[in-house]
């Protein structure tokens, strides 16, 4: 069988996906309840990571740590990919050493190329284009708060980055209704959305999101590699904040979440992310949970 990659949450089937959260949530109990599990001993993941990372990171390196397994930290600084090894060699060589390979890049193109060449599965640990994993811890935390999140509706507020692109595939492969509301020129990427068909819609304004929301999602004005943009960024988002007056229109149980790092007073105000319906801390703790989920799916067979 061909190997099986999560460049996107396209890449696995809706069951699939449901498995994985239910997966995510009882291995978090086995965790807790101080059982050793080790379904990954004797594997070994490869992190290739050429922009910054606290959470994505820490989480595969314990959950690899956790189940027995070995992860080796690759920075272009110190690795021959940095000094212009070819991606199709980088990704022949490790994968002939390595069970499982993630990548932290900018290009999408560039991860997709590296898979192309792999003969283990490559995981997405954040593109330009994608930020897939991130929405497994997501998910997982809306469930656990909150119970299914089929049918549901969840406002995307802010840029239309990666994340937003996430969050697209993750209303069509979930089943809620996501409203984006993002500033002219700051757009989804036009063929994400048009894939989605009726799950996913762009609406005027953030208070048009906003409204009987079940959550609430955003996310930093300027992403990694767009810090020079961020004068101009901060007046075209001036409006799209989330804040006290934006979460009173959701609904009275709605979550807040943010993928982490935030910019308090920016794109959400600090009582928002330090109140009661933000559930952000959790949120960064699924990133564990779910990441080793994957990680079982992709590799403990
Ligand atoms: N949310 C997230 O991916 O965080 P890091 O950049 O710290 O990995
Ligand atoms: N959109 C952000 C997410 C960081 C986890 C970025 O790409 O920098």
Known sequence: MAVRHFLSLMDLSPEELDALIQR?????RIQKSGE?????????????????STRTRVAF???????????????????????????????????????????????HEKLEHFAAYSQVPVINALTDL??????????????????????KKVAW???GNNMCHA??????????KLEIAAPEGYLPDENILKAAGSAAKMVATPADAARDADLIVTDVWASMGQEEEMAHRSRAFANYQVDS????????????MHCLPAHREEEVSTDV?????????????????????????????
Not at 274 to 292: C, F, I, M, T, Y
Request: charged share 25%.
């Open 130 to 151: 994608q930020h897939p994993v991130q929405l497994l811890a997501d998910v997982q935390t809306y469930v656990e708060h909150r119970g299914p999140i089929r049918g």
């Open 167 to 176: 969050y697209i595939d993750a209303a069509r492969q979930f089943g809620f």
């Open 61 to 107: 390196e314990t959950a690899m740590a956790q189940t027995g397994g070995h992860a080796i930290f690759l920075s272009p600084r110190d690795t021959q990919l940095g000094r212009g090894e070819p991606i199709e060699d980088s990704a022949r060589v490790l994968s002939r050493m390595v069970d499982v390979i993630m990548i932290r890049t900018f290009e």
């Open 273 to 301: 992310l330090e109140g009661p319906q933000s559930v952000v801390w959790d949120e960064a703790e699924n990133r564990l949970h779910s990441q080793k989920a994957l990680l079982e799916f992709l590799v403990a067979k």
């Open 157 to 159: 507020i802010g840029d």
């Open 36 to 52: 050793i599990f080790e379904p990954l001993k004797n594997k070994v993941l490869g992190m290739v990571f050429e922009k910054s």
């Open 245 to 256: 007056t934006l979460m009173s229109l959701a609904k009275p149980d709605c979550l807040f």
């Open 24 to 28: 995510a949530i009882e291995l978090k």
